[in-house]
């Protein structure tokens, strides 16, 4: 059974900052892909940052300087370090990862439960 657990988020005022993790437990084959996610009540689930095997990152525009996202392949974990937080940074941060399980056979993306990022003074 793949798991995906995530730890890190809470309660920050802005201009602070948060270090999220996130560890792939379960018997698996690689990762590929692995990203972080977030969805503020009210909108829809929006990209935070991805990174692939190799250590490529995208970011979205939003967060572009202030978030950095980075991974530990023998650890299986993806990290999310998030300074200069703003108000509208508050959401629920999720992480996925696109796992091949078995050789030979087809990778498939998974999901943390997500964690809580609130930023309020």
């Known amino acids: 059974q793949v798991q995906l657990v995530e730890s890190g988020g809470g309660l920050v005022q802005p201009g602070g900052s948060l270090r999220l993790s996130c560890v792939v437990s379960g018997s698996i084959y690689s990762i590929n892909d692995m990203g972080w996610y977030r969805q503020a009540p009210g909108k829809q689930r929006e990209l935070v940052a991805t990174i692939i095997s190799g250590g490529n990152t995208n970011y979205a525009d939003s967060v572009k300087g202030r978030f950095t996202i980075s991974r530990n392949n023998a650890k299986n974990a993806v990290y999310l370090q998030m300074n200069s937080l703003k108000p509208e940074d508050t959401a629920v941060y999720y992480c996925?990862?696109?796992?091949?399980?078995?050789?030979?056979?087809?990778?498939?993306?998974?999901w943390g439960q997500g964690t809580q990022v609130t930023v309020s003074s």
């Open positions: 996925n990862a696109d796992i091949l399980k078995v050789v030979p056979g087809f990778s498939q993306v998974y």
